[in-house]
């Protein structure tokens, strides 16, 4: 069974940094356009930052611009989203999805999904 597995959740302060880990277990990461997206209590689900396969072409959410950098290890099978300066509205589920099409960076063009890590960034 295909499976993603985020890590690296927790609680920080504001002004703090996460780096949350997505490993891919059944295939191969490579081949795949992977996203991370949030959900906020209450809000939708928002993409926060995608990349692409091959030449790992990278898009950030505009709020997190600066702030967050999302990165590969094609050895360990895993994608990274290394969040410095957190605040508090960086507070939310993480989930980490897999995309075999080439997608944009919405939650509808991505169809494996992990079960989420919680990040709390207290003031």
């Known amino acids: 069974q295909v499976k993603l597995v985020e890590s690296g959740g927790g609680l920080v302060h504001t002004g703090g940094s996460l780096r949350l880990s997505c490993a891919a277990s059944r295939f191969n990461m490579s081949y795949y356009d992977i996203g991370w997206f949030r959900q906020a209590p209450g809000k939708g689900r928002e993409g926060v930052s995608c990349i692409g396969r091959g030449n790992g072409a990278t898009y950030y959410a505009e709020s997190v611009k600066g702030r967050f950098t999302i990165s590969r290890d094609y050895a360990k099978n895993t994608v990274y989203l290394q969040m410095d300066s957190l605040k508090a509205d960086d507070t939310g589920v993480y989930y980490c999805?897999?995309?075999?099409?080439?997608?944009?960076?919405?939650?509808?063009?991505?169809?494996?999904w992990g079960q989420g890590t919680q990040v709390t960034v207290s003031s």
């Open positions: 999805a897999g995309s075999g099409l080439q997608a944009v960076c919405v939650d509808s063009d991505f169809g494996t």
